[in-house]
Structures are given as structure tokens and as C-alpha cells.
């Protein structure tokens, strides 16, 4: 296997986390850029991963060897990465990239795809699986190297990259799995531990069991008020087990976690608890956060995680016992079931640390005898489910054949099929299915004006250009274009609401105490939305998400009406990470809103929408557009000059420089980028003396500015 490998053969390793899948990689594009045969890409399916992968292979760069990544910008070709030898992209960024076909994407000689097995999520799955097919449609002769958990029918993917597949169970930390129930945990061996009981909470006594062999512990539970609950129930257990040292050092990290201005409870809540040697983990909380936790839990600092589950496919953090409380996941259109096997799995993949533990402990919680040995029979002695495309939606399909035309990969129905037949969703179905899916994406695409067929021959109008390389849903640019066209008048509440419509947008969840007010405002309000509002009772579906979609437009609203961070979580009931989400996506969807406008010459939109993007961005009112959009500034800084009479440009040309560096929050060194950028250059060595002291006087703010 080795040999073939090292000589370019495929290949697709199926083994347990920690088993070294990373290594064997790191290998294979070391012989692609050592020997001259080209470049390697690296997918990963998160940002985490992402930044974690970057960290980790900057070691290579005492060779010669550069290393780069790219997770956003997605209306940009990435020419900043042609000149490095590694290239670490999201999944989403390689293919917006594809889109643009920069001439270094011609140079990559290999394609290592970390989780794999992702191709059955139905979020991610199907673009990449569309990367690779296009990947291997433009470079025939790549090398493609998938990295897997364990999957039953890892021989199927192997079969559709024709690969060599690495299927084994080895694991350099044996894993020890089990089901827990009254004081003991009964392993898939039939072997036993007993776990005294000596606390209040059997979760504390199964922990502490742990931390009594200085190992670390990961809690895995269904929901992010589950995470914060476990935390607190746990707490004052946790902490006889930390030394004085480490608790001096975890005090210095909880301040660190406070030293934003106008914190949210939540994070004071975090900050406290990562004080006692516990903290959670969930996608509300702002990515610093989730670094700060993550790299407090490495450095052994932190003796438990309580984490929701997208910990598991995320950054690389093992522990000696992996507790799995909650197999139950709650839906709102669907109740509850049982996680599927795969996903216990990759929790309980995470335990083990190498270097560090013998074994590792993956336990999972029962209520009663019957449902241990169902959990044992379900979870631990069963195979993880057969994984399959995703790609049989006429969203995802439409979107990526919209792609294939747009850049001039395909070009007709012939050159459309042999691109789908590169696809695992191809290999998997019967051809008159995808000859359906196909069919119906090509007529929705030239019905929506972003396709045009001549004789056969099939071309992208100028819309499906821009569409394609904005990187949206070919629906959100139809919908955005006829919105447009037929609006008189946009409001600031009817675009937000218009944005929070786009299938592009992530929309917060409304509680049941939040829906009559909202129902009461979209009921007096309704004439200002500029998408149409469906009857509740004729589609109640619809109505819910409609409910969904103001609620998204409320936070957005809130935060360019400059309320704080803090008071937008506590009135929504909203993570700091939920906001900077909706708000990364919601300033795209305006950038794009306004290209549309361009593109289908609606220029008397493009101020209102361009403008609003700005105050999306920075999250001010309008008066502080001309400020904000200095480099630097943003809504603190600009609200502060502002309030000390600054109101544009042109008062920043006449004030001198040691008056607006006295201005709280500037200091010298802003006030000199400041007058750089208007072109002026009037710094000098009476003036630098006349402003240290108010440096000294503002340096504490630098802190308090860094989430700005």
C-alpha cells in the first residue's frame, strides 16, 4: 500500500480518531511538493479545523515549504494563495474558488479531504462532493487522499475515487466503551467499574472518578442551556481537584474572557466557571471564546468540557473519558430520536490521549436496566450507519450546475451528465433519478433568467455570472432580483426582512414566549416587508419561518441601532457567536443585493443597499458611516469621536492631531493612521510629547476595543 500510495494511487483511510490519518497525509503532500509534482490542497469541513490544520503545519515552513488559508471572502479568486505549497480552505472556499478559476488551481497536485464522510451531511455534503468531482473533472491525474472515521461502507467511496482503501480499528489509546447506569458503567466487554456515590449529581461522581487519575473529561449533552447547566451543577466538584498554581493561571484566563466592554451574562457566566476549572462549548458562544476554552482544555487547565455535539467534529481535543449524557436530540419539525450511530462514534472517538492515558473511556448515560442494554446492543456493539450522497436536492443541484455553467465546465447536456457521473451521488443512484434532478435544475435556472439554452448549447446570462460567483443560492439572486424590480420603496426593516428570506441566511430560533409580539408586529408592520406574508393557517410552515425571519431582522436591526452585545443576548436569547453569524451573512447577502441591482441596472437601489451593508458591517446608525469606514475605527471608536463633535471627514481634516488624540479610545497611534488615510502628514515631536501621557491614560481601552 505504501509504495502505490507514495506513487500517487488514491486512498481513502477509514480508521479510528488519533490513529495517525493525519500523519499518512502529511506524508503524501510532503513527496507531491518535495518531488516537484505540485501543490497541496487541504479541505476541511470548519473554520476551526481550518485555523487548527494552518497551526499545525506552519511547522514545515523550516523546509521551505509555505503554508496558507483562505475560509471567507467568497467573491475573490485567492491570489494570495498561488505561491504557497500548502493550501488549507473550507470545503465551501475551495468551491467558491472553483467558481473563479485562478490559474494556480492548476498546479495542485494533490487533495487531501479531512472527514470524508461528511459527504452524508446535508448541509456540507453535497458541495463537496461537487469539489472533488470538479476537481478531478479540471486535474485527471490529482492525487485524492479522504480521510474517514470508521464507516460500514467506507468500500463505496473508495470504489467512487478509485482508491485503495485503509479500513482498521486500531487505535494507538484503547478505547473502552460503556453504558452507565446506578453507580456502575457496564463495558461492551461485559466487564464492570463501580463509581461511588458521593455527590448530589451522578454526573459530578462519574467525572470526579476520573479527575481522581488526573485524567480530563468531555460531556456531551443536547443543547446549549444543558451545556451551562451541567457546568454549574458541576463546578464546586471540579475544583478541589486544581492545584494553586492552576487556579491562579484560570483566573487570569475568566479575566481575560471579561475584558470586552458591556459583557453578556453568558460570558460573565463563562468566565466564572472557567475560574473553577470547567467551562462549555457551543456555537453561540464568539469564536475567542471557544479558542480560549479549547486552549485552556489542551494546556490542562481546564478539567471538563460540557459541549453540545458539533465539539465532536470539530477541533481535535481528547480526553480520558468522553461522557456521552444526552443520545436524544430534539427537533422542532421532527421531536426526538436517537442520534445515529456514527455521530456516538465521533464522541466517543475522543477519548484517549495519546502521549498521556493508557486507555480512554467513552461512556453513555441510561435511565433504567432495559435502556443500558439497548444502548449497549444499539450503540456498542452495532456498525455505524452506510453514509450517502446528499446531493439528490434540486437546491444543491441547481446551485451547482449553475456553477458548471457559469464557468464554462460544462456547456451543454452531454458535458453536464459526464460531470454528474464524476459524482458520488452518480455512483450510488439510478440514472433515470439523476437524469430528473438534472432536468428539473436546468429548467428552473432558464426560468429564473440565469440560464440561457441556444441549439443545445447552454450559457450563463450575466445574473447567473454574478450569481455563481457571489456565491449564493441561484434562488436568493431570482428572489432579490424580482424584489427589487417591483419595490418602490425600501425600508430599513423591509431589507433586513428580505435578507432573513434568503435560504443564505442563518435565522435564529424563536421561543414560544417570543412569538405573539412578533405575530403582533408582522400584523401591523406587514406593509413595510417586502416579501409577502403567508397565511398561517394555509402555510403554517411557511408562517413559521416567517416568524423566524423577523426575529433575525429584530437582532440585525438592534445592532445597527448600535445596542450592545449584551443587550442584544439577553433581549433575543442569543449567543455572541449567533450574532457575529447573522450578521457575517446578512452584511454578504447586502454586498450581493446590491451586485444584483448592478447587474440588472436597478441603479437607484445601490446607495440604500450599499450603505446599509456599511452599517451591517460596523453595526452603527448612519450618522457614522463616514467614520466607521475609516481603517481602525469601527462603532466604538466612531461613536466616541462622534461624540465629541466629530461628525465626518471634513472635521477630521481640521481638528489637530493632538485633539483628537486626547479623544478617549484613539490615542496617538490611531489618530496618526487616522490623518495617513485623509492624506495628511503632520505628526511631530512636540506633538507626539503632548499626547504620550493620554496613551498611558487610554491603554486600558485597547483591550476593552479588541472584539471591535
Known sequence: MATKVLEGQNLILAVPTSSGKTLVAEICMLRNILDGLGKALYLVPLRSLAQEKYEEFKKYENLGITVAMSIGDYDSKGTQLAEADIVILTTERADSIIRHNPDW??????????????????????TLEMVLAKMLQILPNVQVVGLSATISNADEIAGWLNAELVKSSWRPV??????????????????????PRKRKDEIADIICDILEEDGQVLVFVSSRKSTIAVCKKIASSIRPYLSKEKLGLLS?????????????????????????????????????????????????????????????????????????????????????????????KQMAGRAGRPKYDKYGEAIIFAKSESEQEFLLEHYLYSETESISSKLASQEAVQTHVLSAIATEMTRNRAEIDKLIDGTFFSYQSERWEIDHHVTSALDFLEQGELIEINQEQMYATPLGQRTSRLYIHPYTAIMLRDTLVKAEELTEIGILQLVAH??????????????????????????????????????????????????????????????????????????????????????????????????VGLSEHIPILQALRSRVKYGIKNELLELANLKGIGRVR???????????????????????????????????????????DTITTSEDESTTSNDENTGSLQTLLEDF
Open 502 to 599: 434568503c435560504p443564505d441566511q442563518p435565522l435564529s430560533y424563536v421561543t414560544q414566549s417570543e412569538m405573539e409580539e412578533i405575530t403582533a408586529y408582522i400584523e401591523t408592520n406587514h406593509d413595510k416587508f417586502l416579501v409577502p406574508v403567508p397565511d398561517s393557517w394555509e402555510d403554517p410552515e411557511g408562517y413559521s419561518r416567517l416568524l423566524a425571519e423577523v426575529k433575525t431582522a429584530y437582532v440585525l436591526q438592534g445592532w445597527i441601532s448600535e445596542t450592545s452585545e449584551s443587550q442584544l443576548t439577553e433581549q433575543y436569547n442569543v449567543g455572541m457567536g449567533d450574532i457575529h453569524r447573522y450578521v457575517r451573512s446578512a452584511e454578504w447577502l447586502l454586498y450581493s443585493a446590491a451586485e444584483i441591482a448592478r447587474v
Open 105 to 126: 488551481i492548476h498546479d495542485i497536485g494533490i487533495i487531501v479531504v479531512d472527514e470524508i464522510h461528511l459527504i452524508n451531511d446535508s448541509s456540507r455534503g453535497p
Open 174 to 195: 484503547e478505547l473502552k466503551e460503556g453504558v452507565y447506569y446506578d453507580g456502575e458503567i457496564k463495558f461492551a466487554d461485559r466487564s464492570t467499574r463501580s463509581i
Open 252 to 344: 487570569d484566563i475568566a479575566k481575560r474572557i471579561i475584558s470586552g466592554p458591556a459583557i453578556p451574562e453568558s460570558t460573565k457566566t463563562l468566565s466564572r466557571l472557567v475560574g473553577m476549572g470547567v467551562a462549555f462549548h457551543h456555537a453561540g458562544l464568539t469564536n475567542q471564546e471557544q479558542g480560549i476554552v479549547e486552549a485552556g482544555f489542551k494546556n490542562d487547565l481546564l478539567k471538563v468540557i460540557v459541549a453540545t455535539p458539533t465539539l465532536a467534529a470539530g477541533v481535535n481535543l481528547p480526553a480520558r473519558r468522553a461522557i456521552i449524557r444526552d443520545y436524544r436530540r430534539f427537533e422542532q419539525n421532527r421531536g426526538s430520536y436517537p442520534i445515529p450511530v456514527l455521530e456516538y
Open 638 to 680: 466612531a461613536r466616541m469621536m462622534y461624540s465629541n463633535g466629530i461628525k465626518g471627514l471634513v472635521d477630521l481634516y481640521s481638528i489637530p492631531l493632538p485633539d483628537l488624540a486626547r479623544i478617549p479610545a484613539i490615542g496617538t497611534v490611531i489618530a496618526a493612521s487616522i490623518k495617513k488615510q485623509l492624506g495628511l
